[in-house]
């Protein structure tokens, strides 16, 4: 793995109710085992139930307790990651006078995608989505739902337009993928693209 030095970017990584809580395990995975960028984490109520019933992994609703869970599961450093909760509106996430560069929303349901569209923030996920919209930063939206409606369709264009990167969590099978991190790889190597970070491990067509 690459071993580069830290580079001061801020990530923000989301994980809605979607079913696809693996996508965003791996892709904090793989941000963990470089020395960049710093990770901030928000977790709906409805995603940790998912993570519970897809992932065994049992994360509290207090952030900090959170955090030190996560990073515990992740084998990172605590200071690391940093949770909040999805009413923390005092949180970075939450003003786009933060460091925060990047966000990511993986998976994303398609009742969060419908409020991020129509601008309606009734949580720190949606108001940092908001955030990155307005100062025309990175948002990249990892949807995951079958099969999609023509709402679900013309919302996905409404955010695209509005400069969202939307990348649906559909894997490649180019690479002969042999095991389901091969799968949930084909898929984060297209949002850490997106991202401009590399950890080395990506797999590129022709090479």
Known sequence: MTDTKPSGREVLITITGASGAAYALRLIKRLGGMHHPHLHVVVSDAGRQVLRHEAGLKLPAAARSMGNDLAKHMGMPNERISCYGVSDWFSPA?????????????????????????????????RAADVMLKEARRLIIVPRETPLSALHLENMLGLARMGARIIPAMPGFYHQPASIDDLLDSVVDRVLSHLDIDDGMMKRWGR
């Open 94 to 126: 939450a003003s786009g006078s933060s460091n925060i560069d990047s966000m990511v929303i993986i998976p994303c349901s398609m009742g969060s995608l419908a409020r991020i569209a129509a601008g309606c923030a009734d949580n720190l996920i949606e």
